[in-house]
């Protein structure tokens, strides 16, 4: 090679256009508690599999090289992309908001390669390390840094075809190293950034709104990102009467919008958002839930892989625990399509992960790369070109909206990809019971939807015989103002596609109605407003309700069953209930061993009294079984009208007709 070819090469690099993928970022001051999402202060070098044994062994005995993690210092974090490393200590970057998630950016985009360019100033080491699909560590290089400068190093992406990510260490040495900046990139030039209309649906949330709007505020990047930041309101309380609300809307430089309409739940809220972001040009529409707190620096990432994906994608962002919040709820969702349930994608993941506990080297399953069906809609960017083609949400309310839309996009063509790094804190479904009361009605219609146009099996898979073992749980719980909901549901779907659109508004009121006439959804919040338990025979010689095995589950039931359809309730049980019984415990199989009972909700903000009504079973049992009867008969009928039906429920100008008959007021 000569002198010329050299220079030549000298120049070519130093001319390269480098374009962010991901930076490196740290927690606000405000947030200490996430510090371990951002930064891991113990020595955890990751997952090491034993060299001895067979493999399948090796595989079910992974071991760990760790030991106990420091506390972090405030005062450490200097900026929101800077921090302080004291003298030798080591800090790593191996976390779930700054490694960077190798093996969805190789699937996904045409990356091929990423450049990692770590800002320094001071005296240590940098050093790279990539994990495969295991969970396997493996060192990558390493630089020692002196002085004010910039590191970099070139990583080919070619090794993360099933799992893995990259990340570095930052060590310090006999005086402090800070980290002024780190970034992931990609040779350029850049794709043009898409337009972006951030939407967020509201039902009287309006301080989670205006947290969420000061955030973006303080944001410039990714305040820039977006084109219309699009608040939909459907309650009572309204975002644009709130005390704050005013200097909010002036920090957000005119690119606030409130749409005040009916409440059409959230398939109405987020169909109204996609609507909007499609009429306006923009190129994706950012969906988000009201009582979220996101992180910012997501939505920059969000686009970013949006904007390199092979193929028009939809990408959502993760859901942690708003009250536990290094807590991650789950790592990617499909749907079962035999049950048409969700399931997780794999048998080793697991819900609510702890990075407290278990920090992401630690942790195999998260190297392995999650595919999905859908990403929920607590956060999730849907190219306006995916909406053209295939329509907004179905007109259902609530509950397997966001599930729904996923399929039918695969179907077509379009994939989901839950990204790592990208997240929102949202309340757990931990913290929830949406199987009963009101939401039971939307639940249960919804899934048999779901299951008349996507399910590939005859007659739905399991779909029919699940929903009708559920009444019956339901039934011997006493929890008859649930069961009322669910038939309603079955009835409503036999009335094939027409009757969906009209019971957008007017379904929820008259649930809401008939659960005021069943005690067992009537809520009192003071536990003394009931009479005091007491059981005249406690049950089983003392020792408590136990769940039935397989083996004697079906006798079991059968005379469980049999004795509460003819088995007269006493008069005491009516009179008082036989025992409280927390919401933890409020199970089938013990709670249909009882005549009368005060069940605490999953708030525990109240509670409810259960009585047993042998008239009411019997009648709703017979009903069950009559409507899930017809449900099976006219499978195949139905599940042709409701195919037939899909484009016209889920169109724009279908949509269009409802909005202009429910929007209240639209300004700016």
Not at 439 to 454: G, I, P, V
Not at 595 to 602: E, G, H, L, R
Request: glycine share 8%; charged share 25%; hydrophobic share 35%.
């Amino acid at each position: 090679m000569t002198a010329v070819d050299v220079k030549e090469i000298v120049s070519e690099e130093s001319q390269q256009e480098w374009q962010t993928l991901q930076r490196v970022i740290l927690p606000p001051q405000a947030q200490m508690d996430t510090v371990p999402l951002y930064v891991d202060m113990g020595t955890a070098t990751g997952v090491q599999l034993p060299t001895t044994g067979d493999a399948s062994d090796r595989e079910r005995r992974p071991r760990t090289i760790s030991s106990p993690a420091r506390e972090a210092h405030s005062e450490d974090f200097v900026s929101r992309f800077s921090m302080m490393v004291r003298p030798g200590d080591r800090v790593s970057f191996g976390t779930y908001f700054n490694a960077f998630p190798a093996s969805y950016w190789r699937r996904w985009t045409n990356v091929d390669s990423v450049r990692l360019s770590v800002t320094t100033a001071g005296a240590g080491a940098i050093v790279v390390y990539k994990s495969n699909s295991r969970g396997s560590l493996q060192r990558v290089d390493s630089q020692r840094v002196e002085g004010e400068t910039t590191t970099t190093f070139d990583l080919s992406l070619k090794p993360f075809g099933d799992g893995g990510w990259y990340w570095f260490d930052l060590v310090a040495g006999s005086e402090p190293v800070e980290i002024n900046r780190a970034e992931w990139q990609a040779a350029g030039p850049a794709p043009e950034r898409g337009t972006v209309t951030l939407q967020i649906t509201t039902l009287n949330k309006t301080d989670f709104c205006l947290n969420n709007l000061r955030l973006l505020a303080q944001d410039r990047e990714a305040l820039d990102a977006l084109q219309e930041i699009l608040i939909v309101d459907q309650g009572t309380q309204k975002v644009a009467q709130a005390e704050g609300f005013d200097e909010v809307k002036a920090e957000l430089g005119g690119k606030l919008r409130i749409i005040e309409q009916s409440n059409l739940g959230g398939s109405g809220g987020f169909s109204r958002g996609m609507y909007e972001a499609v009429a306006n040009g923009s190129d994706y529409a950012l969906l988000m839930d009201d009582d979220i707190v996101v992180e910012t620096e997501s939505i920059l990432r969000l686009v970013t892989f949006g904007d390199r994906c092979k193929t028009p994608t939809l990408v959502g962002g993760h859901m942690f625990d708003l009250f536990n919040r290094t807590v991650l709820h789950t790592f990617g969702e499909i749907v079962n399509p035999y049950r048409i349930q969700p399931a997780l994608p794999s048998d080793e993941m697991e819900l609510g992960h702890d990075f407290l506990v278990s920090n992401l080297r630690q942790t195999p399953w998260l190297h392995r790369r999650c595919d999905v069906d859908y990403n929920g809609w607590w956060m999730c960017l849907i190219p306006t070109s995916v909406i053209r083609e295939i329509g907004l949400s179905l007109p259902i309310f609530i509950k397997w909206d966001d599930a729904e839309y996923g399929l039918r996009a695969k179907e077509r063509g379009f994939p989901t990809v839950s990204m790592p790094g990208a997240a929102v804190w949202h309340v757990s479904w931990i913290d929830k019971d949406d199987l009963v009361g009101w939401q039971a009605y939307f639940h249960t219609r919804n899934r048999a939807l779901t299951a008349l146009l996507h399910s590939p099996y005859e007659l739905g898979g399991r779909v029919i015989r699940e929903l009708q073992q559920d009444d019956v749980k339901h039934l011997v719980s006493m929890q008859y103002a649930t069961v009322q909901g669910r038939e309603w549901a079955i009835r409503d779907l036999l009335k094939g596609p027409g009757s969906l659109r009209g019971l957008l508004e007017s379904k929820l009121p008259e649930i809401r109605k008939m659960l005021s006439e069943h005690t067992d959804s009537v809520f009192k919040p003071d536990p003394d407003e009931f009479p005091a338990p007491r059981m005249a025979k406690p049950p089983r010689h003392g020792q408590g309700f136990s769940r039935p095995g397989k083996v004697v589950l079906i006798p079991w039931a059968l005379k469980t069953v049999a004795r509460q359809l003819v088995k007269p309730v006493v008069d005491t049980s009516r009179e008082r209930p036989q025992a409280n019984v927390p919401h933890m415990d409020n199970k089938w199989w013990r709670m249909s061993q009882y005549d009368s009972a005060v069940v605490s909700n999953a708030e525990g903000t109240g509670a409810s009294w259960y009585k047993r009504d042998p008239r009411a079973m019997r009648r709703m049992l017979a009903e069950s079984a009559k409507l899930h009867g017809e449900l099976l008969a006219r499978w195949r009928s139905l599940a042709a009208e409701y195919k037939g039906a899909l484009h016209d429920l889920t169109s724009m100008e279908s949509w269009k007709k409802t909005f202009d008959e429910h929007t209240l007021s639209d300004s700016r």
